[in-house]
């Protein structure tokens, strides 16, 4: 008979680290949402990819601070419950499931669609074929969610680690290459004209590049070291992300001119087409090959988290007791992996069958962003709380400055987005 106890000791410290960094997906990040990014910031987007990271960083300091004293496969929910109350855990679990199944619509399914359209456009002719897109990429996902952790993060690891060592190669012979180009006013807002508004818009697309990295949160049940080993994993993973993202940012940067970088995300492929420029063929395949492998192995992390989230979900009373069960042969929660991604494949088909994948996947997106935002500001209004609550020793720097930074933030953000976003709509 199937269990409903999650298998403890299941993955180590490199699996929990590259949880995360598979989760952000660093090569389909370069095809996609920094293309996105660049339309906004222009010659600015380094600046925007690295205030992104120290964003999204602030914001994971209440994940480090909570990995200290609690955790398990409830994830961000299960602190705002413990400190707030259920109701509130409540409304976050609501918040979180909610933005991921968005994530993994917008972005594992019909960004992997959306991605085969850039690179053979002919594609975009045969009617609905972004289905039988979505349809593989599901199957996949669900395959090694269905088949368990360890197989599924040592994947994840595998090809997470070559990713990042052909990005950041490829982004130094870039930057060599590009000779006297390299500019430090990429770190600026001199290729902006000092346009604050244009910085923050691109925060909406710039924010998401690195979201994922802490969900490594969920899975401390199952990991050897448990909270200890979730803690080093959350730091350690951001780092690596810091480099994977942002010498690739600035090499498309300068090595498309960051003059010319209003044209940059009008290109059909500008992350392969630079890439070919400065390392041949050779160089645009393998980051097509590696691209298309980024989104599986994203949507294998997102797999892995969020199911165990949607079966604490069932363990707390909130959904059914069925999606508790746990494979005999596997340790998976597979009641909970089916149940996230038939939730994920009705919510990108609904909107993509009135306006297309790429139309879909944007406003699926948009609203994405939000839900992440609001879900971190919850968490990190969370934490001084449990702190005085359970009588733990009060650091005034990382338990309450450092939270109330990120609310600020995380709202400006959302000010800034929300604004930004209406206007764009006026306009059209």
Avoid: C
Wanted: aromatic share 14%.
């Amino acid at each position: 008979m199937p269990s409903e106890r999650l298998k403890p000791n299941q993955i180590g410290l490199a699996q929990a680290i590259f949880q995360g960094v598979s989760y952000v997906a660093p090569a389909a990040d370069v095809a996609i949402l920094l293309i996105i990014t660049a339309g906004f910031a222009l010659g600015s987007t380094p600046l925007a990819a690295l205030f992104a990271w120290a964003v999204y960083f602030l914001f994971l300091n209440a994940n480090y601070q909570f990995s200290r004293f609690t955790g398990g496969a409830s994830g961000y929910y299960g602190y705002v419950a413990k400190s707030i109350g259920p109701r509130a855990g409540f409304i976050t679990a609501m918040w979180y499931v909610m933005f991921q199944f968005f994530s993994l619509a917008a972005f594992g399914l019909l960004g992997f669609a959306t991605f085969l359209y850039y690179v053979s456009p002919d594609l975009t002719h045969i009617a609905y074929i972004w289905i039988l897109f979505v349809a593989i990429v599901a199957f996949f996902t669900f395959y090694l969610g269905y088949r368990g952790l360890r197989p599924s993060l040592n994947y994840s690891m595998f090809s997470a680690s070559i990713e990042i060592g052909f990005l950041v190669l490829m982004g130094i012979i870039i930057a060599v290459k590009a000779g006297s180009a390299n500019t430090i006013e990429v770190f600026t807002l001199k290729p902006l004209d000092g346009n604050f508004s244009l910085l923050f818009f691109a925060m909406i697309f710039s924010i998401p590049l690195f979201a994922g990295s802490g969900t490594v949160i969920t899975l401390a049940e199952e990991t050897r070291g448990s909270l200890k080993t979730i803690k080093r994993s959350i730091w350690i993973s951001m780092i690596v992300l810091l480099i994977a993202l942002l010498v690739p940012a600035y090499a498309l940067t300068v090595g498309y001119g960051v003059s010319n970088m209003a044209s940059f995300s009008g290109l059909s492929d500008p992350g392969i087409i630079i890439f070919e420029k400065y390392g041949g063929i050779a160089a645009g395949i393998i980051l097509i090959i590696l691209t298309v492998n980024s989104y599986l192995s994203s949507n294998v992390s997102l797999m892995s988290s969020v199911s165990r989230v949607i079966y604490s979900l069932g363990r707390d009373g909130v959904l059914p007791k069925s999606v508790t069960k746990i494979h005999p042969r596997y340790s998976s929660p597979y009641i909970a992996v089916l149940m996230l991604e038939v939730g994920g494949i009705i919510v990108a088909i609904i909107p993509s069958l009135a306006y297309g994948p790429f139309e879909g996947a944007l406003i699926l997106f948009s609203i994405n962003i939000f839900a992440l935002l609001f879900t971190h500001i919850l968490v990190n209004a969370s934490l001084p709380i449990y702190v005085r609550k359970n009588g733990k020793k009060m650091n005034p720097i990382t338990h309450i400055l450092l939270p109330v930074i990120s609310i600020l933030i995380g709202g400006i953000v959302i000010y800034y987005s929300a604004v930004a976003s209406i206007a764009q709509g006026n306009r059209s």
